[in-house]
Structures are given as C-alpha cells and as structure tokens.
Nanobody, 129 residues
Framework: QVQLVESGGGLVQAGDSLRLACAAS????????MGWFRQAPGKEREFVAAITWTGGWTLYADSAKGRFTISRDNAKNTVYLQMNKLKPEDTAVYFCATLRSRVAWGGARTSRAENYDAWGQGTQVTVSS
C-alpha cells in the first residue's frame, strides 16, 4: 500500500498563503484520485478538496472555494494544496488520502472520509488573527 507524507504546514497570519504537499512512497499516485481533509481540535475530519487521477476534475468544499487550489504532479508522485487568504478557522491538521479504487468519482462519495484510505500523518496549519 502506498505511504503518504504531508508537509508544508506552519504558523501564519490571517491573509497569508501556504502550499501543502503530499508525497507518496511505496507506490504510484498516478492511478488514484486524491483528497485533502482537515481536522480541528474537538471536531470531525472534514473534506477540503479532491482531484481525479488525471488532474482534469477537482472538487472543493464550500469553505475552500475561491481560496484553495488542489493540483498534482504525477511525475513527482505528489499532490498539492495551495491555500490563499487563510483565515483563523482554517486552523487544523491537514491530511491527504487516496480515494478507494472501487469508489466512483463525483458527488457526495468524493467528500466522505470513509471512502478514502492510505492516509498520511497530517501537517499542522495554524492561522493567527
């Protein structure tokens, strides 16, 4: 099974930008749709964004639309999340994961955490006001 490692988190001020990366080892990401999720203290893990294996289609949570951009570089076996205009409410641990192969892309299926596996360990993003 592919192993995922997230990086790029940190402490920033409101309005700043960060780019998260999700690098894979032990396998290729090129055949997987990928997702980013986040989890704040005391809250459930929530969907942020997803991208098809070709990169041709993307899906965003309402909270991410217009501010975040998911992309991928299959040659580098890496998926990215560019986060702009960060807000204090974006503070969370951010995780990437692979969409299960049997799960068809689209709709609510793509935003459910239970449809993903091969989770990374997460990277902390803290946005101060």
């Amino acid at each position: 099974q592919v192993q995922l490692v997230e990086s790029g988190g940190g402490l920033v001020q409101a309005g700043d930008s960060l780019r998260l990366a999700c690098a894979a080892s032990g396998g290729t990401l090129s055949t997987y749709a990928m997702g980013w999720f986040r989890q704040a203290p005391g809250k459930e893990r929530e969907f942020v964004a997803a991208i098809t294996w070709t990169g041709g289609w993307t899906l965003y949570a309402d909270s991410a639309k217009g501010r975040f951009t998911i992309s991928r570089d299959n040659a580098k076996n890496t998926v990215y999340l560019q986060m702009n205009k960060l807000k204090p409410e974006d503070t969370a641990v951010y995780f990437c994961a692979t969409l299960r192969s049997r799960v068809a892309w689209g709709g609510a299926r793509t935003s459910r955490a239970e449809n993903y596996d091969a989770w990374g360990q997460g990277t902390q993003v803290t946005v101060s006001s």
